[in-house]
C-alpha cells in the first residue's frame, strides 16, 4: 500500500502547499515542522521554477523569492532528507516536467525514492504523455499522482482508474490562487471518480478559509491549500512558520 493512503486514514486530509526556499531553506524547514506538528496529513512540496505556468501571482512570486535566495533542486532533496528524520507523514514534490526532465528523469525519481518523497505532481504534464515517467515511478515506488480538472468530462474515468497516491481534484478552471467563492459541480465529478477507483480525492485551487475547506472536505477526502499559506510566508518570512502553524491548526479543526 502506497504511504500516501497513510494520510487520509485518520478522518479528512489537511494537505499544505509550502515553496521550498521562500525566504530560505531552513525556514522552509521550520515551516514544514510547524505544519506537521500542527496536525497536516501530507505536505505538498514546490520545487521552485522559473515558468510555473499552473501558479497565479502569489506562488509566482515565491518561486522568485526562492529562487533569488539561491534555491536548487539539489538543495531540496537535501532539505527533505533532513527533514526525515523526524517527520513521517507523506510528503509529495509539485514541480514541473521541464525540472524533471533537467535532472534527468531516472536520476531525479530515484533520488526522490532516495531521500523519502512519497509521489510526485506534475501539473504540465498531460495524462497522455505520462509513460514518459509512470515507468521510472513505479521502478523506484513513487506515485506519480494524477490531477483532474473540470475540463477533464470524458476522461474523468480513465484518469481515476489508472490514478495512484491520490487524485488531485482542480476545484476552478485558471491558475492557482484565492477565490472568494467555488462554483464548481464537484459533486458530479467526484461520483464519476468513486465508480473507478478507491483512490482518496483531494481537491485544490482556490481554498483558503476553514469555512471553504469543510466544504470541500465534505464532497472529497481531503482539502489543499497553497496560495493562503504562501501569503502568510511572503508577510512574516523567517517569522512565518508560529503563523502557518496556527493556520494549519484552524484548517485542521474545520476538516474534523
Do not use: W
Amino acid at each position: 500500500m502506497s504511504n500516501i493512503r497513510k494520510a487520509f486514514e485518520n478522518g479528512k486530509a489537511f494537505i499544505p502547499f509550502i515553496t521550498c526556499g521562500d525566504p530560505d531553506i531552513e525556514t522552509t524547514a521550520k515551516i514544514v515542522r510547524a505544519a506537521v506538528s500542527a496536525g497536516a496529513s501530507l505536505i505538498e512540496l514546490g520545487i521552485p521554477f522559473s515558468d510555473p505556468t499552473a501558479e497565479g501571482p502569489v506562488i509566482q512570486g515565491a518561486n522568485l523569492r526562492a529562487l533569488l535566495s539561491g534555491t536548487t533542486t539539489d538543495m531540496v532533496f537535501d532539505l527533505v532528507r533532513e527533514l526525515r528524520r523526524d517527520v513521517t507523514i507523506p510528503m509529495v514534490f509539485m514541480t514541473y516536467a521541464n525540472v524533471v526532465f533537467s535532472y534527468d528523469a531516472d536520476s531525479f525519481i530515484g533520488r526522490c525514492a532516495d531521500v523519502g518523497i512519497d509521489g510526485i505532481i506534475l501539473p504540465d504534464l498531460p495524462f497522455e504523455e505520462k509513460g514518459e515517467f509512470l515507468p521510472i515511478c513505479r521502478r523506484y515506488g513513487v506515485d506519480l499522482i494524477s490531477l483532474i480538472a473540470p475540463t477533464s468530462k470524458d476522461r474523468i474515468a480513465k484518469i481515476a482508474k489508472e490514478a495512484e497516491g491520490f487524485i488531485y481534484l482542480v476545484s476552478s478552471l485558471g491558475v492557482t490562487g484565492v477565490r472568494s467563492e467555488i462554483n464548481t459541480d464537484l459533486e458530479s465529478i467526484v461520483k464519476i471518480i468513486r465508480k473507478n477507483t478507491d483512490i482518496p480525492v483531494a481537491v485544490g485551487f482556490g481554498i483558503s478559509t476553514p469555512e471553504q475547506a469543510h466544504k470541500m472536505a465534505n464532497v472529497s477526502d481531503g482539502a489543499i491549500v497553497g496560495s493562503a499559506i504562501i501569503k502568510i510566508m511572503e508577510q512574516y518570512g523567517k517569522d512565518s512558520p508560529e503563523h502557518v502553524g496556527a493556520y494549519v491548526r484552524d484548517m485542521v479543526k474545520a476538516l474534523a
